[in-house]
């Protein structure tokens, strides 16, 4: 009868079953930590881990069935690596095999030529979760002068216990959509003491901006379908500008659900993030800056607003353990490939990472800091005109990368491609070879000399 009820509710919605199971679970996170903030805050650590852990495993229930055992697995053969193996780099290299290629099995078993929520969606949270614990935990092994600011905070002294890990992993304001954090900061919860300060207010806030981002989805997404992109061929400019307008409209899925999660994340007081110049911050769990993905012109600056503690986990714990490669572009590659596997098996992901290399590498040549007739461009009266172009380019070319990773199959984006002539493809090479000679033109060569020595 319940699954009657719900399947009416989503048929009222006008939304899939699954997507609004999604949504109500991550709303019922702030009664849960409005709960824990009032009755359990002073108790003692097994109770909340009690709580946060059944609590957890409920919401799971809710949305996959028996499906939760996928993550029940996983959590267990960690904690017994660590137990067991100890602070190796074999529990660390056991810990990533297996946790990888139980996610990657999933995504093999369960695909679909289109996006479903299903058990896998939480699980690559909890991929990296996981992986991040064994690797927190070697760090704890080493002397701390080693170490750098990032692996002293959230290092392991000792081994978690099961209902620790637990816990951690089933978090009410993290299982499902993330954010991610460690597990330094998750025993934060369980520390006792005073909660830092009253969190109702910056988490409603996070609320009310993530409730517009979904009004925004549910509004204007009927009018963006992806079936319009396989359908009969339509003129150049119609479809620059449809992708242009998709993917601003696609991408406030993320967005809501991550800025609402944030909202529990931060009544529970996991968000909290101490004090700065006398205020109180609430930005240890965030997942978006809103106001630099709406207003950046740059490529650079909407991965730097989006998704961030994600791309945060990859830097410190994929990209930065690369050093010893001697090679930025080479760390730099390799992070994108994790990420990209990390994402799923499809061809849409890899064709998505391998623009966004590409585009950023392309920007990262700009000539506008190093060329003073550009740099007096950007600062004049035309400005407000030359922002206006940046961002269109910018937004149809995000669009543009976005098509693959939305559509998933190679026979559907190579179609959309066809049918913009793959423009981006031929534009970012373009440019990157002509920056050069731009370069020659536009910077004196006072200024090369010095960018050369540098």
């Known amino acids: 009868m319940a699954a009657s009820l719900m399947e009416k509710f989503a048929e009222s919605l006008g939304s899939p079953e699954p997507a609004v199971r999604l949504m109500l679970s991550i709303l019922i996170g702030y009664p849960c930590a409005l709960v824990y903030r009032k009755f359990l805050f002073y108790q003692p650590a097994t109770v909340i881990h009690l709580f946060h852990t059944f609590s957890g495993l409920a919401l799971a229930a809710f949305n996959f069935g028996s499906q939760i055992y996928h993550s029940a697995v996983c959590v267990l053969v960690q904690f017994l690596m660590l137990r067991l193996m100890g602070r190796t780099v074999t529990t660390v290299l056991s810990s990533f095999l297996f946790q990888m290629l139980y996610l990657l099995a999933g995504y093999y078993f369960t695909a679909t030529k289109d996006y479903d929520i299903k058990w896998t969606m939480p699980h690559c949270v909890l991929t990296l979760k996981l992986i991040g614990v064994s690797l927190d935990y070697y760090d704890g092994r080493k002397d701390p002068s080693q170490l750098s600011l990032e692996q002293k905070k959230a290092g392991l002294l000792s081994v978690p216990s099961l209902l620790e890990m637990c816990g951690f992993s089933y978090f009410y304001g993290g299982f499902l959509v993330g954010p991610q954090f460690t597990l330094r900061s ?239 493809h031929v534009f970012f090479p373009a440019v990157y070879l002509v920056i050069p000679y731009l370069r020659k033109v536009l910077v004196p060569r006072k200024e090369l000399s010095q960018k050369k020595q540098e």
């Open 186 to 424: 998750y025993q934060r919860l369980g520390g006792g003491g005073a909660p830092p300060c009253p969190s109702i207010i910056p988490a409603m806030k996070r609320f009310g901006l993530g409730f517009v981002c979904v009004v925004i989805y549910a509004t204007f997404s009927p009018y963006f379908p992806n079936s319009y992109f396989l359908s009969d061929e339509f003129p150049f400019w119609y479809c620059c500008v449809f992708i242009l307008l998709w993917s601003k409209v696609m991408l406030y899925k993320y967005v809501s659900c991550w800025i609402i999660a944030e909202g529990v994340c931060i009544l529970s007081g996991l968000g909290y993030n101490g004090v700065v110049d006398g205020k109180h911050q609430w930005d240890a769990c965030a997942n978006m800056k809103v106001w630099l993905y709406e207003t950046t012109p740059l490529f650079g600056g909407t991965i730097a607003s989006f998704n961030i503690n994600t791309n945060a986990w990859a830097a410190r714990q994929v990209f930065k353990r690369l050093k010893f490669l001697g090679n930025k572009m080479l760390s730099h590659v390799t992070t994108l490939l994790f990420l990209t596997i990390w994402h799923g098996l499809h061809s849409g992901y890899f064709m998505c990472f391998f623009m966004e290399f590409l585009i950023i590498t392309v920007e990262r040549r700009a000539l506008v800091t190093d060329s003073p007739l550009l740099t007096k461009l950007a600062n004049s009266a035309l400005y407000p005109l030359i922002y206006v172009v940046q961002q269109i380019i910018h937004w149809f070319f995000m669009g543009y990368s976005l098509v693959p990773f939305c559509l998933f199959t190679y026979d559907k984006w190579l179609k959309v491609y066809s049918s913009i002539y793959f423009c981006g």
